[in-house]
């Protein structure tokens, strides 16, 4: 019986010393909680890089816009000027026609001013006027220029940002599906506010509401679906009034409140400013928790939500 019982023993299969244990629905979840944490602040980073980047685009465009404008004017007060100085040419007072011709550009025009000092002085009001022209377009190509480096800056954050998001939120679907909890929506969408806020938190509210069910989705402002700081803004704007697009720009941007003197429409603050909701009352909020999740209502007593809380504000 002894030789049998070291036989079995023997022939009993031996675990692959490669082959880790896997860990617990528990664990996995605790670990995917901390990873929200972690991609809620880079998500503020994107979408305060894109921001950047929005602003820095517009900047440009209206500089673009400026110097194109400019360059119009620009070429007529050149035409105008280089006929007044071929007069003054055959008239034998200027000597330098052929380099005024050739100032095409407006630091080559500037730099022929000397010459323009020789001719009539009826015509100074023409020259102050192309002087004044050429100076302006040559500010305005500066300055688009140092927009468009701008552009180029913070295009290169963005794009490194949103690579850094995108891992990490690979990171967030795998830890689901090891949880057994990655899917899709599922649930009916929106819903109706009848709580009784009036005015535009009320409106606010409505929009909220009416976002119920939807996806969260990174640096998502709607229709599809929100990120945390995507829907209280989108919320606001329902209601006509503007919030920054990042959570700690809205937390600064709006007046604080005690969590004692939360009404419906609020903003509340979590996890050292890196997430956000909308309170709705009776000690619940509306937000956007995180890939993976839906805009949905949840518990102000929640654990999580007591031990992470920052703060409130009134917008």
Same mark, same amino acid.
């Given at each position: 019986? /002894? ?7 023997? =022939? ?5 010393? !490669?082959? &880790? ?5 528990? &664990? ?11 991609? !809620?602040?880079?998500? *503020? @980073? ?9 602003? /820095?685009? @517009?900047?440009?465009?209206? =500089?673009? $816009? ?10 007529? +007060? ?13 008239? $034998?007072? %200027? !000597? ?16 022929? +001013? ?8 009826? #015509?100074?009001?023409?020259? @102050? ?12 190509q500066a300055m688009a220029q140092y927009a468009l480096q701008v552009v180029k800056k913070h295009t290169e954050s963005v794009k490194k940002q949103k690579t850094t998001v995108e891992k990490a939120i690979n990171q967030q679907?795998? %830890? ?18 009848? $709580? ?11 929009? /909220? ?14 229709? @599809? $679906?929100? *990120?945390?700081?995507?829907?209280? +803004? ?10 920054? #697009?990042?959570?700690? *720009?809205?937390?600064?941007?709006? #007046? ?14 979590? *996890? ?11 000690? #619940? ?19 999580w939500y007591v031990s992470h809380y920052v703060g409130a504000s009134r917008p």
């Open positions: 019986m /002894a030789a049998l019982a070291v036989t079995a023993t023997l =022939l009993a299969p031996v675990p692959s010393a !490669d082959a &880790a244990p896997k860990p617990s629905v528990a &664990a996995t979840k605790k670990k995917l909680a901390k990873l929200n944490s972690q991609v !809620d602040k880079l998500v *503020d @980073k994107y979408n305060k890089a894109k921001t950047q980047l929005d602003a /820095a685009k @517009k900047e440009l465009k209206a =500089l673009n $816009g400026q110097v194109t404008a400019e360059e119009r004017t620009y070429k007529s +007060m050149h035409t105008r000027v280089a006929q007044i100085a071929a007069a003054a040419y055959k008239n $034998g007072t %200027l !000597d330098y026609t052929t380099s005024l011709l050739a100032a095409q550009d407006p630091n080559a025009a500037l730099s022929q +001013m000397s010459a323009f000092t020789q001719l009539s002085s009826s #015509r100074s009001q023409e020259l @102050k006027a192309f002087v004044n022209s050429a100076q302006r377009l040559r500010r305005e679907k795998e %830890l689901l599906r090891e949880a057994g909890v990655l899917g899709g929506p599922g649930g009916p969408i929106g819903g109706t506010y009848t $709580g009784p806020a009036s005015g535009p938190p009320r409106k606010a509210l409505e929009y /909220a509401y009416a976002q119920l069910g939807k996806p969260y989705i990174y640096g998502g402002t709607g229709p @599809k $679906g929100y *990120d945390c700081s995507g829907l209280t +803004m989108m919320s606001w704007r329902a209601a006509g009034v503007s919030l920054p #697009r990042v959570v700690p *720009d809205q937390y600064a941007a709006t #007046r604080h409140v005690a969590k004692s003197d939360l009404q419906p429409g609020d903003l509340v603050y979590f *996890d050292n400013l890196g997430h956000e909701g909308m309170y709705v009352g009776g000690g #619940r909020f509306i937000h956007a928790p995180h890939t993976g999740s839906v805009v949905k209502f949840d518990s102000m007593s929640n654990p």
